[in-house]
Structures are given as structure tokens and as C-alpha cells.
């Protein structure tokens, strides 16, 4: 496709410009701040050169996170990320700072379009009324925090069974059949995280104070409070999350403890068991989905190409020009994700592949969200190219639900229902793990007793409420870790949205069972929008509505359970 080969070639900047020299960057930055606004063209060029210098800056520290995690042996990768860290960011967030200061005192910002250019403006008065200068060094501190939880847990490897395994490469061993082997599996992978389980304390003891310190600095009672404003959360509030934590408890937990002993049942075991969970209660085993990143990439390209010609498109330009690093292996950090390499506006994927069922919906997932990153491209503001979270994860976990009917690419035709039955099941048991989560932050940030021996006890209460069906007796010092999520450590605040996006992406799903080209028009509408609206309005455009309330909950699971049943 024409477009995507399409060159953003700098209008602005040098083609010879650094965006890792220190000096370069400072006098690219006094170029800007001393930009000359003498009219409303004078402003719109001065937002293109802005947009400009944040897209160049965002690929640089972009790829630095990618060639970190692709192998956290990597010195030469490591040291390069941590001078993106530690000498460019506390360059340009001062900057960034003075910027917004000189865009909002300009006389010719009410000439500006309002229906474009306002939510912008919102954003940009919000993050300059939270900007502290003394906050410039606790966000480097945070950021080599969380490299140091990458590097901790991208060196973990298991011995099991006289062979080396990642973590990622353990879990096919909690599909089989033999409960035995599930069990002294999960315990040979458990080990591992546990022997690293103070260090993981000591560090989240650093994340915290850090924190702490930067909501204090800011006016802030605490850091969740600073939070939210950090992430522009203008249309929810706290109060909405636990109300949507408490909606879950109440709607979802019975259906999964029915569905649980129902399994049990099956099985023939008493209770669930951590090494339970993810065996196939009618005893057909693993499900190999693929044999490597070629066989997997050929299979859902076809069901890609099968939904629509751009989202098949899309995929193979990833493909053809290495924007994807699949397979886990020794070294590479844990996790998945895509990252914008913003500057040539194009997206990167990144993920630990080991075989199972679950990579084909996580490269479903993330391909979501480099769809998201192409139809967005055009924006003019660099930071319209991306979404709020909330509405990024539409755009990823909608692509998981919406792949349904091409299964057949991937699967054996004895393995579709299975695979269909099971994905809708994880949905549910999604929820009230992300309650668990979202939960657990609001907690540890807004309360003083937040110590490690605290956070375990929390954490097994919270499994008691939105857990209960699964049996973790005489595994209390297991139990007490489990809240070590890498989005704790690396992305705090950052798993209610998740919650929100897949009831969206649910509705889109509702609608594509209704008319599937009309449903996804609609989605890659709403995609083309990025970040230029607010949250409501990107969810109607895409003929779904924003909502967190226990009704529409219940209504999205009725119609799971109708498609179970069926």
C-alpha cells in the first residue's frame, strides 16, 4: 500500500540533527522556545516544529526501550537507554515545561480550532499546573527504577527437567494433562521469581518514596491523586474504579466459582489449584498453535488480510520491514508490547512467543495497537498520534475478539470451539484480576502502612474477594508475591484501563456479530481519530459507549455466556 511507504522527511529540524547529543538538543530547543509567533500561522508552525522535535526525541528513547529489552544482557543497550534516562529526558522536560508555557500565553491560541485544538490545550494547561522542576530528577530515578526490575526479571531462567526454560517457556507445561507435572512445573518457575523476591521488595520500597515525593511536590496528598491528573483522567474518577472493582466482585466472581467447581468437576480434583488454571478440563492437552515466528506471522496474516485490507496490509509492512521481535528466549525482558517509533511514524511490536494459544491472542493484541499507530499516523500533533490508554486497549483487545471467525488459519478445525470457549472464559476471569491490580494501587499509594509484610497481607485479601475459587492453601509466601506484576513496578496506575477497553472492545465485538464489515469500519474510524477527542467521543465513534457501570457489565456477560452456551 502506497501510503505506508510514505516518508515524514523533517521540516523543521536538520536531517544531521542528534537527538541523543546533549548540546544539539539543547540549542534545537532554544530554536523552538525562541520561535517568533506573529500570527496564527506563525502558532500552527511552531505546534508542526514542536510535533516535529517530540516525534524525533520519542523514537530516539523508543528504540533505546526496545534494544534494552530484546536482550537486558546487552551493555551497550543498557547504557544507551540509561543516557536517554539520565541526560536527555531531564533536558527536555524543563523545556517541555517552557514550551507549554509559551503555547498557552499566546494571543493567538483562542484563533486556533477550537473543535480540534481543544482537548490539547486541556491537556497541556493540566500537565503545566503539575510540573515541578524538583520532579525532574524523581522521574529519572523512577525510570532506572523500572529498568532495574527489566534487567532483575529478563535474566530469570528455569531448570526443570534438565533443560533451561524462560518463564514464558514454562507455562505449555501448565496445559498438560498430568497433574504432577503441572504442579513441580509451576513450583520450578515460581522458585525462580521467589529468590528474587526481596530484591523485588527492596525496589518497590525505592518506587514507592520516589513517588511519594514527586505527588508531594506537586500539591498532591498522594501519589494517586497525581496520578490520574498525570494520565489526563478527565472523564472518571477514583470512586468510578472501585465502584467498577465492586460491580465485578458482585457480577463475575459467582459465575467464575460456578464455572470453577464445574471444572473441578471435570478434572476430578477438589479445588483449583494455581497449577490448575490453565489445563483443558475435557482432557484434550496443549494446543500447539505454531512451530515458530514465520508459521505464526503466516497464519495471522491470513486472518488479518481476511478482516480487512488494511489491517492485512498493515501487518505485512511489519513483517517486511522487521517491526517485529516475537519469540522468547534467554536475556530478553518479559512481557509484551508495541512501541511508535514516532519519527518515521510507523509501530514495533514486541513479545515472548513460546507457542501456545495465548501468543496468537497477545500478537492479536498488539497488532491492535499498531493499527492503531497507522491509522493514526496523520495527525498533526504528535501527540494526537496516540490514544488514552483506556481507548488504546479498544483498539487491541477489539482485534482478539474480532479474529474469531478466521480461527481457522490458525487452529485445527477440532481445536476451534475449544480455543473460542476458552478465550471468552479468560475475558471473565480477566476482570476480577484486574480489580485485584487496579485495587492494590489504589491501596499502596493512598495508605501509610504500605510495607512489604502489608502489601503481602493486602494482596491475600484481595485474593480472598476476587479470588475465592482459587485454592492457594500452604502457599502463603507464593501468595504474598504475586502482586510483583510488571505493570506495578514499570507502569503505575496502569491496568483499570484495561477493564474499561475490554467492555469496549466487547461492544465492538456485539456489533461485528451483527454486521462484521459495518463494525469494523467503524473501529478503524475511530482509530483514525488517535487522541484528538475526548474518551466518550472516541468510543461513540466507533458506535460503542465509555462505560464502567454493573449493568453494563452484566449485559456484555450475558452475551458471553449466550456464546458459550451456543
Excluded at 541523543?20 to 506573529?38: F, V
Aim: charged share 30%; net charge negative; aromatic share 12%.
Amino acid at each position: 500500500m502506497k501510503t505506508l511507504d510514505k516518508k515524514y522527511d523533517r521540516k523543521y529540524l536538520p536531517k544531521e540533527f542528534n537527538p541523543k547529543n546533549e548540546n544539539e538538543l539543547k540549542s534545537i530547543y532554544q530554536n523552538l522556545l525562541d520561535y517568533d509567533i506573529q500570527s496564527l500561522q506563525d502558532l500552527e508552525s511552531f505546534l508542526e516544529f514542536w510535533s516535529e522535535l517530540a516525534a524525533v526525541v520519542d523514537e530516539a528513547g523508543s528504540l533505546a526501550y526496545v534494544n534494552m529489552t530484546v536482550d537486558t544482557k546487552n551493555k551497550a543497550a543498557e547504557s544507551e537507554y540509561l543516557h536517554i534516562v539520565e541526560n536527555i529526558y531531564p533536558i527536555t522536560d524543563p523545556f517541555e515545561n517552557s514550551l507549554k508555557e509559551k503555547f498557552l500565553s499566546s494571543p493567538f491560541i483562542d484563533k486556533l480550532d477550537n473543535q480540534y485544538y481543544a482537548l490539547f490545550i486541556k491537556r497541556t494547561k493540566s500537565e503545566k499546573e503539575i510540573y515541578r522542576q524538583e520532579n525532574v530528577d524523581l522521574f529519572v530515578q523512577d525510570a532506572k527504577l523500572s529498568q532495574t526490575y527489566q534487567k532483575i526479571t529478563g535474566s530469570w531462567m528455569v531448570d526443570y527437567e534438565g533443560k533451561k526454560y524462560t518463564v514464558q517457556q514454562m507455562a505449555i507445561f501448565q496445559e498438560n494433562q498430568d497433574r504432577i507435572i503441572r504442579e513441580q512445573s509451576y513450583h520450578a518457575r515460581v522458585n525462580v521469581h521467589l529468590k528474587d523476591k526481596d530484591a523485588l521488595e527492596d525496589l518497590f520500597d525505592e518506587m514507592l518514596k520516589v513517588r511519594t515525593q514527586t505527588a508531594r511536590n506537586a500539591g498532591f496528598a498522594n501519589y494517586r491523586d497525581y496520578a490520574f491528573v498525570l494520565k489526563g483522567r478527565f472523564d472518571y474518577t477514583p470512586q468510578d474504579c472501585l465502584n467498577m472493582h465492586e460491580g465485578i466482585a458482585e457480577t463475575l466472581v459467582p459465575l467464575i466459582s460456578e464455572w470453577t467447581k464445574e471444572k473441578c468437576s471435570k478434572l476430578g480434583i477438589t479445588s483449583l489449584r494455581p497449577w490448575d488454571l490453565y489445563v483443558d478440563p475435557d482432557g484434550y492437552g496443549a494446543i500447539k498453535a505454531f512451530e515458530n515466528d514465520n508459521e505464526l506471522c503466516d497464519k495471522v496474516e491470513k486472518v488479518f488480510s481476511s478482516l480487512h485490507p488494511l489491517t492485512g496490509a498493515y501487518f505485512k509492512y511489519m513483517r517486511e520491514n522487521k517491526l517485529l521481535d516475537l519469540s522468547s528466549r534467554e536475556g530478553k525482558a518479559p512481557g509484551g508490547y508495541m512501541t511508535e517509533l514516532s519519527e518515521r511514524r510507523v509501530p514495533f511490536i514486541f513479545m515472548n512467543a513460546v507457542g501456545s494459544k495465548r501468543d496468537v491472542d497477545t500478537l492479536l493484541h498488539e497488532a491492535g495497537h499498531s493499527f492503531h499507530a497507522f491509522q493514526a499516523r496523520e495527525q498533526i500533533l504528535k501527540s494526537y498520534r496516540s490514544s488514552p490508554l483506556e481507548f488504546a486497549e479498544v483498539a487491541s483487545m477489539s482485534m482478539e475478539l474480532l479474529g474469531r471467525p478466521y480461527f481457522h488459519y490458525v487452529y485445527k478445525p477440532e481445536e476451534i470451539t475449544r480455543v473460542k470457549r476458552e478465550q471468552l472464559i479468560k475475558i471473565v476471569e480477566f476482570f476480577p484480576f484486574m480489580s485485584m491490580i487496579d485495587s492494590f494501587q489504589h491501596w499502596v499509594y493512598t495508605t501509610e502502612d504500605n510495607g512489604r509484610e502489608a502489601r503481602g497481607k493486602k494482596w491475600q485479601e484481595l485474593n480472598r474477594k476476587f479470588q475465592p475459587y482459587l485454592d492457594m492453601s500452604g502457599l502463603d509466601e507464593i501468595e504474598k508475591t504475586r502482586w510483583q506484576y510488571p505493570h506495578v513496578y514499570t507502569s503505575p496506575f496502569y491496568y483499570i484501563e484495561y477493564g474499561i477497553a475490554q467492555l469496549g472492545a466487547l461492544q465492538v465485538w456485539r456489533n461485528s456479530l451483527q454486521n462484521e464489515k459495518e463494525a469494523v469500519e467503524y473501529y478503524l474510524k475511530a482509530l483514525s481519530l488517535g487522541g484528538s477527542a475526548p474518551l466518550p467521543e472516541l468510543f461513540q465513534s466507533g458506535n460503542i459507549s465509555f462505560v464502567m457501570d454493573k449493568k453494563s457489565l452484566q449485559d456484555l456477560v450475558d452475551l458471553i455466556k449466550k456464546q458459550i452456551s451456543e
